[in-house]
């Protein structure tokens, strides 16, 4: 195991700034996911920590060792590329083993058992023997990982590394990932675009937005207590309803309006006199109004249906007030057509607030002041 930290990291390329100060510690053991869109630096970040790009400034240190111009062989690290990066010519099997046996380190029986344990976790068992090119994309990814388990890694980088894998393999490698990381124990951080996967694989999630992470939590604080706008906007789907509206604190309450839509919340902050302020607020936090019968929660609001789309298990509604579509999750198996009008509620206790300027969050109901919690923002 290895305990990763990054002080004021930069990465240039020429006019390009891919890593702009980037700040982080990752602890022994620990499951780190950067998570983040194309381009914000993601694999930048991870080929800098493992020594195949070289940062511009700031420090990498492993188990408190800086590492800045160790080579990469020697920093004990493990990397599972995007695009596999196997030998064409040798066979699955060979790829996996290529080097391992050498300074004696193991036997060729040793080898042998080692191999077709990882295969038999892989589920690429039968497939040893073929080349790279009679493999396909998802059966090459496994190759590849298979290559860096055997490295026994302290430190286990991977890149997108279930990218290629149709829904149902990605679901299983996603449950198998978790079950070897709980086996083998190494640090890993690994790199995805794909906010469910950050969610479910994480212990914390670190989230990327040019060159600079916005935000690294737990999952669901990331999701309740999102420090920006552009993470709660990044993480979860349907995606946060998001509209600018008018905010006022009296007497200890926080008033939102938006249109027809309006709610009172109770317990005030302070930080709303005056600002510009971004409403928040998730789809499965808005409720039809007959669903939420009996419930605390805002005064109803007309919404006319644009479109209804059946998830199986929920039916995501876009409904219009005239100015503002909201994003409504309601119950399985209701049936709505375009024009139907719906009544529709909040949960005031569920509302987030966002200085639009900044984007900056600057309140969450329910939750108390973002000050008050561990919400960490570089
Ligand atoms: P993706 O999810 O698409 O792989 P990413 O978040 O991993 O994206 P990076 O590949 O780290 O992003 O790229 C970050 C920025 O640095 C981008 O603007 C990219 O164009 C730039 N960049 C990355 N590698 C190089 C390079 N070798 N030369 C020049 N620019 C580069």
Same mark, same amino acid.
């Given at each position: 195991m290895s305990r990763v930290e990054l002080n004021t990291l930069r990465k240039e390329f020429g006019e390009t700034t891919a890593l702009d100060g980037i700040t982080l510690s990752v602890a022994d053991g620990e499951f780190l996911v950067l998570v983040g869109p194309s381009g914000c630096g993601k694999s930048t970040l991870l080929r800098t920590i493992s020594g195949l790009e070289t940062q511009t400034a700031g420090d990498i240190s492993v188990d408190g060792e800086i590492v800045n111009t160790t080579p990469p062989k020697e920093r004990g690290v493990a990397m599972v590329f995007q695009n596999y990066a196997?030998?064409?010519?040798?066979s699955a099997r060979r790829n996996m083993t290529f080097g391992l046996g050498s300074h004696g380190s193991f036997t060729d029986d040793e080898i042998a058992q080692m191999v077709s344990e990882v295969a038999a976790t892989l589920g690429i068992g039968e497939l040893l023997d073929r080349r790279p090119g009679e493999l396909s994309g998802g059966e090459k990814q496994r190759v590849a990982m298979g290559r860096a388990l055997l490295r026994e890694p302290e430190l286990f980088l991977l890149d997108e590394p279930l990218s290629n894998l149709d829904a149902k393999l990605r679901d299983e490698m996603r449950t198998e990932l978790t079950h070897l990381h709980d086996e083998i124990d190494a640090t890993t951080i690994y790199v995805t675009h794909d906010q469910t996967e950050a969610l479910t694989l994480g212990d914390r999630v670190a989230v990327m937005n040019n060159g600079q992470i916005e935000q690294v939590d737990p999952p669901q604080q990331l999701y309740d207590v999102p420090a920006s706008q552009f993470v709660a906007e990044f993480i979860g789907s349907p995606q946060m309803n998001l509209f600018e509206g008018n905010v006022t604190a009296t007497n200890g309450r926080l008033h939102v309006e938006r249109g027809r839509f309006s709610t009172t919340v109770p317990g005030s902050p302070q930080t709303v006199d005056g600002g510009r302020f971004t409403v928040g607020v998730r789809p499965e936090d808005l409720y039809l109004a007959d669903e939420a &019968? *009996?419930?605390?929660?805002?005064d109803p609001c007309e919404l006319r249906v644009e479109l209804s789309e059946t998830l199986g298990d929920s039916v995501v509604l876009y409904a219009t007030d005239g100015e503002t579509t909201f994003r409504v999750r309601t119950g399985a198996r209701q049936q709505f057509g375009t024009g139907d009008v719906v009544s529709v509620v909040a949960d005031p206790e569920r509302l987030h607030l966002f200085?639009?300027?900044? *984007?900056? &969050?600057v309140y969450h109901s329910g939750t108390g002041p973002p000050a008050a919690r561990a919400v960490t923002r570089q």
């Open positions: 196997l030998y064409p010519h040798m &019968a *009996g419930q605390q929660y805002s200085d639009t300027d900044t *984007g900056v &969050a």
